[in-house]
T-cell receptor, first 112, second 112 residues
Framework: DMKVTQMPRYLIKRMGENVLLECGQD?????MYWYRQDPGLGLQLIYI???????SEGDIPKGYRVSRKKREHFSLILDSAKTNQTSVYFC???????????FGPGTRLLVL | QQKVQQSPESLIVPEGAMTSLNCTFS??????FAWYRQHSGKAPKALMS????GEKEEGRFTIHLNKASLHFSLHIRDSQPSDSALYLC????????????FGEGTQVTVIS
């Protein structure tokens, strides 16, 4: 059964703290994505990773960075979190770059 | 930059009726069109996709695409309470970037 996992599922941080969101997939998918979802804005692409150490900015990369050292694992890092980064973050993966995307369950991040 | 817009924002439909959702896009070079469904508190899940003009039917779901009008739609026949969810349309422009642009979503509620 194809699966994308995200950890943690819920996180509360204070402004200025560093945040690490983790994503894993067990399908050997080449491409992985990080999105954020805010009410009325749909899903906004933060970063896309085409494979290990091959990452590209999405539409809203400012304030975020990513790391992909293994094909099955993709991390999203917020250095010095801001209150406007409060959101639900979704990770997704696809077999190849133009294929259907499979989403993880999401991480709810609250930055106080 | 690709702009994707959905209408209506929300919809209440009686059980057994037809649900019709609309999506417009701005880039005439777009090549891939998809609908995702997201139940409350869950991950978005791919529902249907289409590449070329016309119609595609899968069970109770039909997708129509008219590239000249920059418009595609999703129709759900015999709507069920389990169809209550946020529906997101997504468009991919041509090329190898793999980036999907999502609409803001239409919240559908099917009442018994």
């Amino acid at each position: 059964d194809m699966k994308v996992t995200q950890m943690p599922r819920y996180l509360i941080k204070r402004m200025g703290e560093n945040v690490l969101l983790e994503c894993g997939q067990d399908m050997s998918h080449e491409t992985m994505y990080w999105y954020r979802q805010d009410p009325g804005l749909g899903l906004q692409l933060i970063y896309i990773s085409y494979d290990v150490d091959s990452n590209s900015e999405g539409d809203i990369p400012k304030g975020y960075r990513v790391s992909r050292k293994k094909r099955e694992h993709f991390s999203l890092i917020l250095d010095s979190a801001k209150t406007n980064q409060t959101s639900v973050y979704f990770c997704a993966s696809s077999p190849i770059v133009q294929d259907t995307q499979y989403f993880g369950p999401g991480t709810r991040l609250l930055v106080l | 930059q690709q702009k994707v817009q959905q209408s209506p924002e929300s919809l209440i439909v009686p059980e057994g009726a037809m649900t019709s959702l609309n999506c417009t896009f701005s880039d005439s070079a777009s090549q891939y069109f998809a609908w995702y469904r997201q139940h409350s508190g869950k991950a978005p899940k791919a529902l249907m996709s289409i590449f070329s003009n016309g119609e595609k039917e899968e069970g109770r779901f039909t997708i129509h695409l008219n590239k000249a009008s920059l418009h595609f739609s999703l129709h759900i026949r015999d709507s069920q309470p389990s169809d209550s969810a946020l529906y997101l349309c997504a468009v991919r422009t041509g090329g190898l970037s793999g980036k999907l642009t999502f609409g803001e979503g239409t919240q559908v509620t099917v009442i018994s």
